[in-house]
């Protein structure tokens, strides 16, 4: 299949502020996408998140395509999951008799279909066998208004989902309505009113650990500075006995978690743990983006870099939003963590080595038309970016849960 288009999500926010989904989009340098192209991106998405193994491997999270109405019918439907799969249909597509008729089997079926640009005085109860999301245009102007015509939708047993909403004043106003909200960019800027003040008691830990690692310290060193907290200890060992490092016996001391993980390993972990402990108000998105961003960047750059430089591409990616989660600048947070040089040049100026690799993964999140021309540069194909994006996202599933 021809691939010319790129995947670029864009998260779900529900009003706690968790991710339940996302939205892929396909974008082609600003060009409009045709139909038979959004076919394509059904059946690409379906071939790499759902997994004749393991089953969906974004487990809770709901995912809202764009459609048509010419694709309604394709068969790629079939092989996603109709409770996580949500289309998304311009309004004016229902007045088509054959439309409502194929979107009514596709509800039945029990796949989802939000409606985008409708007008308001449309929202009846009859919408519902078509509808299960309703996207709101929300200008956070007439807050009134909107609840009433939010009140009209609860009736109609539809998701109402906010968007776009750019500023955290709508958010709360969507929130305090119930509704949810596609964030964009929203959630790389910070809270106004609950700033987060540096580095707590954990982190310090984790860092000092990192510092450690990366001066190859011995195992005694890096296990008495473990012990002084008991929480990160059980961390370790529940993450060393989790399937995925497969030791084949109950591991109970931190001596043989660290030799049987090995220290790069150990280091990635750390990373993970270190955004993880952070305290700031918008972590679970924040979190689970800089996850995604670690390991896009990652499976990016292994394209050309040698494996040897895996831990370091997803370093950079990870620590790209670290700032953000410990509230403060970056250079300040580059001072307390001692990084590769080549790490901190992408941090700094997504320079360097794996300073470009930092920059596509962070153009696949913020729907830019950067991604083709950085993907280009590069030489990695369409193609190869979207199965890193995907494989990136179903992994951070996996670590975030």
Same mark, same amino acid.
């Given at each position: ?11 779900? =926010? ?72 949500? /289309? ?69 047993? +539809? ?19 119930? /509704? ?5 960019? =929203? ?11 540096? /580095? ?21 060193? =890096? ?21 995925? !490092? ?10 043989? #978690? ?11 972990? +750390? ?30 750059? =292994? ?15 990870? !620590?790209?939003?670290?700032?953000? /989660? ?47 021309? +950085? ?14 994006? +995907?494989?990136?996202? #179903? ?7």
């Amino acid at each position: 299949m021809h691939h010319t288009n790129y995947i670029v999500r864009e998260p779900l =926010l529900d009003p706690a502020q968790r991710v339940i989904g996302y939205e892929l989009l396909w974008q082609q340098g600003g060009q409009a996408v045709q139909d038979a192209e959004l076919e394509q991106l059904v059946a690409f998405v379906a071939e790499h998140v759902n997994d004749d193994e393991h089953g969906w491997l974004l487990r809770d999270k709901q995912l809202f395509l764009d459609a048509v109405p010419a694709m309604l019918s394709t068969d790629a439907l079939f092989s996603l999951p109709p409770e996580r799969t949500v /289309l998304s249909l311009q309004a004016r597509y229902l007045m088509d008799p054959s439309t409502r008729a194929a979107v009514q089997g596709l509800r039945a079926g029990g796949v989802g279909i939000s409606i985008r640009g409708l007008d308001v005085k449309h929202l009846t109860p009859a919408l519902a066998p078509y509808a299960s999301h309703v996207e709101m245009r929300f200008s956070g102007i007439d807050v009134a208004a909107q609840a009433r015509s939010y009140a009209a939708a609860k009736q109609a047993a +539809l998701r109402m989902v906010g968007r776009p909403v750019t500023n955290w004043i709508d958010y709360d106003a969507c929130a305090a309505l119930g /509704l949810d909200a596609f964030v964009g960019k =929203l959630h790389l800027t910070p809270r106004p009113g609950n700033p987060v003040k540096g /580095l707590n008691p954990t982190q310090t830990i984790i860092l000092q650990l990192m510092q450690m690692v990366q001066n190859n310290d011995d195992i005694p060193k =890096l296990e008495s500075v473990l012990k002084r907290d008991p929480a990160l200890t059980y961390k370790l060992l529940r993450n060393i006995n989790s399937a995925g !490092f497969g030791a084949g016996r109950e591991v109970q001391s931190i001596r043989q #978690a660290i030799s049987l993980m090995g220290y790069a390993p150990l280091y990635r972990w +750390l990373t993970l743990l270190l955004a993880s402990a952070s305290a700031s108000g918008y972590s679970p998105v924040l979190m689970e983006t800089a996850v995604v961003r670690g390991r896009l960047t990652e499976l990016l750059g =292994l394209h050309a870099l040698p494996k040897g430089e895996g831990e370091n591409l997803f370093v950079a990616g990870m !620590f790209s939003l670290l700032d953000r /989660l410990l509230g403060l600048p970056m250079k300040e947070v580059l001072e307390t963590i001692p990084l590769p040089p080549e790490v901190v040049r992408a941090l700094m100026s997504r320079e360097g080595m794996y300073g470009p690799y930092l920059a596509l993964a962070e153009a696949c999140e913020l729907s830019s038309n950067l991604v083709g021309a +950085l993907a280009g540069s590069l030489d990695i194909s369409p193609l190869e970016v979207n199965k890193a994006h +995907l494989s990136a996202l #179903a992994w951070a599933q996996a670590v975030t849960q």
